[in-house]
Nanobody, 127 residues
Framework: EVQLVESGGGLVQAGGSLRLSCAAS????????IGWFRQAPGKEREGVSC????????YYTDSVKGRFTISSDNAKRTVYLQMNSLKPEDTAVYYC????????????????????WGQGTQVTVSS
């Protein structure tokens, strides 16, 4: 059974930090990239960051560059998203998803291309 389980969300003040974790099981980890997406109320799901487990390449949307860092521990089959200097506009439900690396990096921020999703974790940044 494929599972992606997010954890680490919570309430934090602006300027604070959180680390999200995405634990994966049930599929060939190094054949996939793991992406973090977020969805605020009334908005579409937005790609935030992605890491390829086959070559370690990382990708970020412009609004989080320099503040967020994605990393992967292949032995633990877990991907992390370190979020620093958080802003109120980062408030959303954060989801991790898995996409086959066969697609290539141009698809990594396209939610429709993802095969598997976690249940999401809430991140709330207060001003």
């Amino acid at each position: 059974e494929v599972q992606l389980v997010e954890s680490g969300g919570g309430l934090v003040q602006a300027g604070g930090s959180l680390r999200l974790s995405c634990a994966a099981s049930g599929f060939t980890f190094d054949g996939y990239a793991i992406g973090w997406f977020r969805q605020a109320p009334g908005k579409e799901r937005e790609g935030v960051s992605c890491i390829s487990n086959s070559d370690g390449s990382t990708y970020y949307t412009d609004s989080v560059k320099g503040r967020f860092t994605i990393s992967s521990d292949n032995a633990k089959r877990t991907v992390y998203l370190q979020m620093n200097s958080l802003k109120p506009e980062d408030t959303a439900v954060y989801y991790c998803g898995a996409i086959s690396t066969w697609y290539g990096s141009s698809w990594y921020f396209s939610a429709s291309a993802y095969d598997y999703w976690g249940q999401g974790t809430q991140v709330t940044v207060s001003s």
